[in-house]
């Protein structure tokens, strides 16, 4: 199935804005840093100190789900096609120069795209077709359990302690 002018205008818009995309293979989703190159999104890992993908792999399907970059809500969510690109080829090549440049905190920026070849995998997230209607629901999953909190009943003294700082403020 191929893609509208317009859809693929749309698809390729959210997805060069977007910071992050939200990606399910035959895993759970993850959430991957991208670049767009050639008219699809291009996502690097699968090695040391690389994001995981697992679940994608070459040929198959994905869904991938793009959010806003201020809002955070999901803009779009289309499905693609899976190809892994082969190391020091001409595709490979290009968009390995644009995800350089969005590759933050890099470890060995000097080496990295000999380590990338070595070491990782690059896909290309081919834009298939694109989801008429968004999902309804959050999709968001239950935070994990854990013993740590952000909010504790105030101590019983705090509150005389700063009506006392604030009687010595005034004087």
Request: hydrophobic fraction near 40%; charge should be positive.
């Amino acid at each position: 199935m191929t893609l509208s002018a317009l859809d693929l205008a749309l698809v390729e818009e959210a997805t060069k804005k977007s910071g992050l995309i939200w990606v399910r293979g035959s895993g759970a989703d993850r959430g991957l840093w991208h670049a767009w190159v050639d008219g699809a999104a291009h996502v690097l890992g699968d090695g040391p100190g690389e994001q995981p993908f697992p679940g994608l792999a070459d040929g198959a399907a994905a869904e991938v789900t793009v959010r806003s970059k201020d809002k955070g809500g999901r803009l779009v969510a289309w499905t693609a096609t899976v190809r892994e690109l082969v190391p020091g080829s001409e595709p490979w090549e290009a968009a390995v120069a644009e995800l350089k440049g969005k590759r933050l905190n890099a470890p060995d920026s000097a080496e990295m795209t000999a380590r990338w070849a070595r070491e990782c995998r690059l896909l290309r997230l081919e834009p298939e077709s694109v989801r008429a209607a968004l999902p309804e629901g959050s999709l968001a999953a239950a935070p994990l359990g854990s013993p740590a909190t952000t909010r504790q009943p105030v101590p019983a003294g705090l509150p005389k302690l700063l009506l006392k700082r604030k009687k010595k403020a005034s004087r």
